[in-house]
């Protein structure tokens, strides 16, 4: 028997109460700004951020350059607004790889048997002993290096803690009482999933999405400061971080940019996910499996779904 | 028992008392070792050289032309290269070619033995050299190919007979390929551990080895030039992160450094020696002349004068080095100074070519390379401006070796030749058939004829040069590759370390010495 299941007030619940707290207001804040600059930073950008100027290079802060230039005289404030776009898709797109891929094999592997439930969790279990950037680098090695190569690759080291949290919810939700009616009232399997199952999923995975976006990007500026993914001269805030270190000696500051960049946005992401999980904390819809589900966990779901 | 206030008040002073002295102890080791790593960190004349590992200590196995620094530490070759480049007595004192050049009898100085005390004679040289020549996985095999027999006449000489003329013998013995190694240990299953542990006739002995940390060696008393060596030991550490070197000097940890060009100013400001030593290295850009769209002889002409050398320079070295159009620097034998001027920067012509080729509307390439930052992107955009569209590809730079020297599958890939010790073997390596940095592999025959009438004049004959330059000069012209610009060895050294020789082909140690503290 499970517990009874909280009205689905749940997301927009969890966010009204999320809302109320300051670090949210901050981390939206910063995150607007982030996701303004990656829609728009090519065009905000005073210059051109691939234009050289051999003139120029590796001048301090000033007017005309706000940020310096870098060690081909390109400006680098363009290249940081440039490089937000293409930082924060990598990071985006290496989050919907991971999304797909683990929360598609999630939701299977508690209505698709205990085959198939047995392999899901094997694989997984291996993914999740994999170290992000070596197993990018050893991809990347094989297949090709390119940017999409190397987020496809971190996507899948991703679907892991999207599989878990998946899987996790969903069978909480896969006992409840009001799935059971659902059931001997005749709705499909379909229906259940789409009614009664996944916009309950939704929320947690969002907050999951949230934490895995911060450790997305912060694992594509590791893969770009070491070259990996998105080939020079585009800018990243990792790519731009790697080059600035060669140039200490006559720029000492100028990996702080990058780095700020890196570093507020992961802490934003990271932040905002906090405060909504702490915001679901005590109204957590997920009904916990009875000690009876947990020792049968497998003997009912799958072939009523 | 909760205790009580005054308990807890002496019980916490108690704790951050220790916790202090714990943490002032620490800070004055700390200090001590601080104060010490400034003071050089070095024990009695030991000099530590930031530079990098070769990949293996077997002379005959080596990958990288750049291990030649390295391995000379342990090793003595049969010749050696002066600071002008001439060949002079190593382990050899003397040579003499036959009238028909096809063999050359060296006399090796008298009492020489390796480190393991084993006598160094001509029986040890002989297996030497036919090891480089049979051994299996040797990489040296192809430079003495030429090679039909060694023979030896008493303990001191030996015959290096050849199949054909060939007066660059003594110059190639100069490098790995005349470095002679104690055959008891290359000996059966002591080859395996070569690679780890050298026994040389060098200027010092292995005493030490943390792959990819560092390699401490000690003076070796029995060396035949020991007298010139004022170090009582060596280590070799590998630089991990190059932004840190003047760091690295300043606090002890390095005495002598190799400097990347961008810390030259910081350096001097830090109060280090810098020394820009000539060298052998220029680097080059790979051009596969059987990839499309190199495959016409047009665009690869065009692409020599889409490059603007001067501009490349000031850039990625700071302007250190010249701009050189020929394998060769400046000063060396083999330079032709009427190649000064033959692709000056024209990327108006370099459209044209393009044009004339059937790509009026410019042309894709791709540009692979390990390193991508610096030099690519501002060769891409240079490029442009001619009429070529390029793209970067970053590879891993582990992966340059396979991808363009050994499966030619890259048309266009920066790069640096370290040059060699005989000319002719460097030409072999740029130009020749089976050249590593020759991917499309397609000598003219005029170069071809022009190896053979090298390799048959005597180095001191005056046709000798003028032949070497011809050479080049059809290499340069006829040949897909594009030069750039040569580039110095840069070291930053500690106020406490003498002059560094100035030898091109290799970094040697001899008469420098280290003030103790």
New interface residues.
Partial sequence: MTAPLPAAAGFAGTVRRAWRLPSVKLSIAVLAVVAVVAVLGAHLAPYDP?A?D?AQ?LRGPSGAHWLGTD??GRDVLSRLLAGTGTSVLSAAEAVAVGLVLGVVPGLASVFAGRAAEWAAMRVIDALLTLPFIVFV?AVV?IVD?GPHQAMAALGLLLAPVFFRVTRTTTLGYARAQYVEAAELAGASGGRILRVHILPKVVPTVAVTAAGAAGTALLAVSSLSFL??GV???APTWG?ML??D??????RPLAPLAPALAITITVGALNALADALRDSMGGHAAVPRPTRRDRRQPAEKEPSRV | MPASPPHRIRTTFTVLATVAAAVIALGACGASGKTTGSAGGSGGSTLKWGWTLPTTWDPVTSRAGNDVNVLSLVYSAITRLDEQGNVVPGLARSWTYAEDGKSVTFTLRPGLTFTDGTKLDAQAVRANILRGRDQRDSLIASQLHNVKDVTTEGPLKFTVVLKDADYQVPALFAGKTGMIVSPKAFGGDAGKRLDTRPVGAGPFVLTRLVPGSYASLRRNPSYYDAAQIHLDGFEVKEITEPATVVAGLQSGQYDVATLPPNQVDAAKAAGLKVDVIPSLTVRVLDVNNTIPPFDDPRVTEALKYAVDRKALLETSNFGIGEVDLQPFPKGHPGYDPALENLYTYDPQKARRLLAEAGHPDGVNVVITTGTPEGLPEQLQAQLKTAGFTATIKPIAPAQHTQLVYVQHNVALAPDSFVGRESPLQALGVVFGPEGLMNPGRNTPKALLKKFDEIRTTPLDDPKYVKRLREAVAIGVKELPNVWLFSTPRIFARSPRVSELPRVAAVQRFDGVRIDAR
């Fill in positions: 691939l050289q051999a290079r060690y081909l680098i090695g290096n070259g990996i080939a020079p001269p790519g790697a080059a270190l060669g140039y200490l000696a006559q």
